[in-house]
């Protein structure tokens, strides 16, 4: 008689922590994705149907994040989950399409839904917040993200703490750095755009080389200018590399940052500026200006295709 193989099985602590952060993955692809979400909406019934370990695990997992108590509306606990997902879908289309004017309000946000849900309607609240701020003025987003930042604050301070199991709040903590270093990078850009206009029409001024105090300050704006393209080269460098690393990242493209007020006009204008007059700053800087300029360049809507029904009628007999 063959020894018996003992059945290899992963500890219950392993499988989860396996679980938890696939369903956390889960709820989040249901707000964020614009894509096929089918399998994510049903994670939990899916993950608890593949056998009686995984639904008990499931089980402890799913009533303590959504934090499910029997009721009339919700009477047991799939349905509850589904619910509660659904909620959250609805509240994402603020975010997966932000063209619709007025499509999120604060006073759709329910205190009294579970904390992991509450949690990431806040995190909905401070995209929209974002992209929205971003059709403004420079000093109508400045004062926006400093109510992003406070809420991103409370978000990862206060929200996150109170999720239980933590597990299935971390594609929540991650995206909450994330609008963090975008809010940080945003303010940063459009700050110094203002700044580098201000310096590169200085700097374009004529002024006799005989003044030695007229020298000295286009010196100093010269010196300003280079900095302030530096930093906003640098500035989008970063931007890149959070971008590409976080898919998807809601409401950005890859020229996120040429969006922002008045950043393209402002840099395609003092481009202009050095295009004419070089030798005010140096090749490099003149080198970088253009590469900001070119890759954040808008890109033309695609030209209508030729009505050939009209040409064809002027040909009929």
């Known amino acids: 008689m063959a020894p018996l193989v003992p059945r290899l099985e992963l500890p219950n602590e392993l499988l989860f922590k396996i679980l938890a952060q696939v369903l956390a993955h889960s709820v989040h692809m249901v707000i964020v994705s614009s894509g096929d979400i089918e399998w994510h909406l049903h994670a939990h019934h899916t993950l608890s149907a593949v056998c009686f370990s995984f639904r008990e695990i499931m089980k402890g997992i799913s009533s303590k994040a959504f934090q499910f108590a029997a009721t009339e509306a919700s009477p047991n606990l799939a349905h509850h ?4 997902l659904q909620s959250l879908r609805s509240l994402g289309a603020a975010i997966r399409d932000p063209a619709v004017p007025g499509s999120f309000s604060i006073e759709s946000l329910d205190s009294s839904a579970p904390q992991l849900v509450q949690g990431y309607s806040l995190y909905i609240a401070i995209v929209y917040l974002r ?3 971003s059709r403004s003025t420079p000093e109508i987003y400045q004062s926006t993200s400093a109510t992003i930042f406070g809420a991103v604050i409370t978000l990862s301070k206060v929200l996150y703490s109170r999720i239980v199991p933590r597990e299935v709040a971390v594609m929540l903590k991650h995206a909450t750095e994330d609008e963090a270093e975008l809010s940080h990078i945003g303010v940063l850009v459009v700050k110094h755009c203002g700044l580098l206009s201000g310096f590169a ?8 080389p005989q003044d030695e105090v007229a020298s000295l300050r286009r010196d100093i704006n010269k010196i300003k200018t280079e900095q302030m393209i530096s930093i906003i080269d640098s500035a989008d460098v970063e931007f890149l590399s959070l971008f590409r690393r976080n898919e998807p990242l809601p409401c950005c493209t890859a020229i996120w940052i040429s969006q922002l007020p008045d950043v393209y ?10 295009t004419k007059q070089p030798s005010l700053i140096s090749e490099g800087a003149i080198t970088r200006l253009r590469s900001l300029v070119e890759r954040w360049a808008p890109t033309p809507p695609p030209a209508e295709a030729p009505n050939t029904d009209d040409d064809d009628s002027q040909l009929a007999p």
């Open 265 to 274: 006009s402002t840099l395609e204008r003092v481009y202009g500026i050095f």
């Open 201 to 208: 029409d200085a700097l374009a001024v004529e002024h006799d």
């Open 131 to 133: 992209t929205q701020a």
């Open 81 to 84: 989950v589904q619910r509660q």
